[in-house]
């Protein structure tokens, strides 16, 4: 065979920087190429808020640090409850014809407390933003943040972040691109951003005429002149905090007949503290939302309590409906919208403030018993688990698992609209499905805790998250043990095992797997006997240790075929091939291979015949038989085009060019034209490769 240039292997070995898709126990997996924005330029600032008054000289300085600056990076400061939000979306709107392609906003809340907000997902959604597929998105440390700033360097694009704690969790990703503006929010001062050009502004309580001028917005004017100068004395006691001066006006808006002058009573007379947000102003702040508190009708009043024991700060209509336990919670959360104590985040979810958060946790401590926040937080993990399970079945169907889906959980799955869809919700809901395991942990609730971990299993399979995934299934394994169950065991330490293995922890790995393999052996069922062995197995094939691989996959192909999973013997005989490859055993690999060829192909899973097919190719190369190689790459690409496979259908485009000299720069170009369309970090590898063939 001749030397070719760029010539590349579908095998890997050794320490692997960047993307390797090794699939295990997945039936299925769906990998999307789409346009360079799907839907279309991404615009996700939140609105400005309905009222918003005065800021013009900030709003105008702002304006003349972007004529100046470039590339920009904006750092806005100030207390709690200052407007800091809302100054950085009034801005983005105003500068929005100079971002043309488009504004990314995360909120990191959403991603963790303090120093432990979990960046790499933040840097990970604006990737998926930009277009980038899921499967492109790198996952070693600092290589989501560098795709970041390489997609960013020549676009004209605005970036906002909301309660950022520390100068770290900017600098991991800021980009040095000349069209791009950085805007962030902080109570903090994030002294190091200095060093990087940032432009400050502190923003300050509303100066008084301002705040009586916000209260007008909501009032009236011609209801603050009827009792001359206590509008002036109502800001003054909420230290034109708009967060407070919004939920007194909104306040004084529902009752018509509530004068100021006993709202200023209140306030005058606080002596509630609530300083662990806003320090001096506590005790006002308090009182401002006692009294919108004890405003509300008895049912709105008890759901925002509820809320309280939510485990954070975004929900949908759907888990209120679960704290509430009543279909009544939209209307109820349309009347806490209507006070100003929460904001829709989208048509059915509500975003809560730091300070409605504590102030509802802080009732729900006093006015809840034990038992009724347990009744409730018990109903919303039940929420969760049953959808988190469908979503779980939505994207991978028939697969090894432990809890039966019931029938409210197959209905539910029929929801979903795609298996791309149901990873989505997975995705987004990951903080509060975080939040409820842990506090299924604080109650001892264990049988929750691991099925919700095994439901989560789709999503760290496919997009990582290896922090959250660690952390969680550590709490599964602690779980299982509890509830007595070998079986739960050996999967929940099977599928923590799975993460350190990617981590290339290896010997963390191995102790998971040791204590999964007696465990399974104890329990006594086959399907999860054969399910340790296929992941000791790929524990083995990524350390390097081929001979060992094999004696895994050998023994869980012959489980498989001991119980008759047909799919669990095809997918064996595809793992077994591989690992017999990488060992240099091609006469053994090919063998495999075309057995799992035959028994896919009677499943007719077109995907996975595809990837056989290419692994199959990748052995006959080797031998030497280019023939018989291109014709398993003609057939792989017919079927995996047929399943919408793209990542597979560019790996057998270039495996193709190996053994197709005539036309190599041509599968090469169509497989660029994939990368280029998904973002993927490969299309400098190729663009490499075709330049090394003449034309």
């Not at 069209?179 to 432009?199: I, K």
């Not at 439901?455 to 779980?479: C, I, M, Q, S």
């Not at 899973?605 to 190719?617: C, E, H, P």
Request: with cysteine; net charge negative; charged share 25%.
């Amino acid at each position: 065979m001749a030397e070719r240039p760029g010539q590349v292997a579908n095998s890997a070995a050794g320490t692997v920087a960047g993307n390797l898709v090794q699939v295990g126990s997945v039936d299925q997996v769906n990998f999307r190429v789409g346009n360079a924005f799907p839907g279309g330029l991404p615009w996700q600032c939140p609105p400005v808020p309905a009222v918003f008054v005065d800021r013009a000289e900030e709003i105008g300085e702002l304006l003349g640090a972007r004529e100046a600056s470039r590339p920009l990076l904006v750092v806005v400061t100030g207390g709690p409850g200052v407007g800091k939000s809302a100054l950085g979306r009034r801005w983005a709107a105003e500068v929005r014809e100079f971002y043309p392609d488009g504004q990314l906003y995360a909120d990191l809340r959403l991603h963790g407390r303090g120093s432990g907000v979990q960046v790499g997902e933040v840097v990970e959604g604006f990737l998926r933003s930009l277009g980038v597929a899921q499967e492109w998105i790198p996952t070693g440390p600092g290589d989501r943040e560098a795709m970041l700033r390489s997609l960013l360097r020549d676009r004209r694009l605005l970036i906002l972040v909301d309660h950022v704690s520390t100068s770290a969790q900017v600098l991991s990703w800021l980009p040095d691109a000349p069209g791009v503006a950085v805007a962030v929010t902080s109570h903090r001062a994030l002294d190091e951003l200095d060093q990087h050009g940032a432009v400050r502004l502190r923003v300050e309580p509303l100066a008084v005429d301002d705040g009586v001028a916000l209260l007008a917005e909501y009032c009236g004017r011609a209801r603050l002149d009827a009792e001359p100068g206590l509008a002036r004395e109502l800001v003054a006691l909420c230290g034109g905090l708009p967060i407070a001066l919004t939920v007194v006006a909104a306040r004084l808006r529902r009752r018509p007949a509530l004068t100021l002058g006993r709202v200023v009573s209140e306030l005058a007379g606080a002596v509630d503290r609530f300083d662990l947000l806003v320090g001096e102003s506590g005790p006002v702040v308090r009182a401002v939302f006692d009294g919108a508190y004890d405003d509300l009708p008895p049912e709105a009043a008890r759901l925002y309590r509820l809320l309280g024991v939510h485990p954070g700060p975004e929900l949908s209509v759907g888990a209120a409906k679960a704290l509430l336990g009543s279909a009544s919670a939209e209307h109820l959360l349309e009347v806490l919208e209507g006070a100003n104590l929460v904001e829709w985040a989208s048509d059915d979810r509500v975003r809560m403030s730091a300070f409605v958060a504590a102030h509802s946790t802080s009732k729900a401590d006093v006015e809840l018993t034990r038992s009724e926040r347990d009744t409730s937080l018990r109903r919303l993990v039940h929420h969760y688990l049953a959808r988190a399970q469908a979503a779980d079945l939505a994207s991978m169907g028939d697969r090894l698992r432990l809890s039966d889906a019931d029938d409210e959980v197959v209905r539910i799955a029929g929801d979903f609209t795609s298996k791309a869809a149901a990873l989505d919700w997975l995705d987004h809901e990951l903080p509060n499905l975080c939040g409820a395991i842990e506090a299924a942990v604080q109650r001892g609730w264990a049988d929750e805790v691991w099925r919700l971990c095994e439901a989560l299993w789709p999503l760290f399979l496919n997009r990582k998250h290896y922090r959250d995934w660690v952390a969680t299934h550590e709490r599964g394994v602690a779980a299982a043990v509890a509830v007595g169950d070998p079986r739960v065991e050996a999967r929940m330490r099977s599928q923590l095992a799975r993460a350190f293995i990617e981590l290339r922890r290896f010997e963390l790995a191995e102790v998971e797997l040791l204590a999964a393999a007696s465990a399974a052996a104890a329990g006594g069922d086959v399907r999860v006997l054969a399910s340790v062995e296929e992941f000791t197995g790929r524990l083995h094939l990524d350390r390097g240790a081929y001979d060992r691989a094999i004696e895994h996959y050998t023994r869980s192909l012959a489980l498989n075929q001991g119980i008759g999973r047909d799919r669990g013997v095809a997918l064996q005989r595809h793992f077994l091939g591989q690992a017999l490859h990488r060992s240099g055993d091609l006469e053994a690999a090919h063998d495999q291979l075309q057995e799992a060829l035959e028994s896919m192909g009677r499943l007719d899973d077109r995907r996975n015949v595809g990837r056989i097919r290419m692994s199959l190719a990748a052995v006959q190369r080797d031998r030497g038989l280019d023939d018989q190689a291109r014709e398993q790459l003609t057939q792989a690409l017919r079927l995996l085009r047929e399943a919408g496979a793209w990542f597979f259908v560019a790996q057998a485009l270039e495996q193709l060019a190996d053994v197709d000299d005539d036309r190599a720069r041509e599968h090469l170009a169509a497989a660029l034209d994939i990368y280029e369309r998904a973002g993927s970090p490969l299309v400098e590898r190729v663009r490499e490769r075709i330049a090394g063939y003449p034309g």
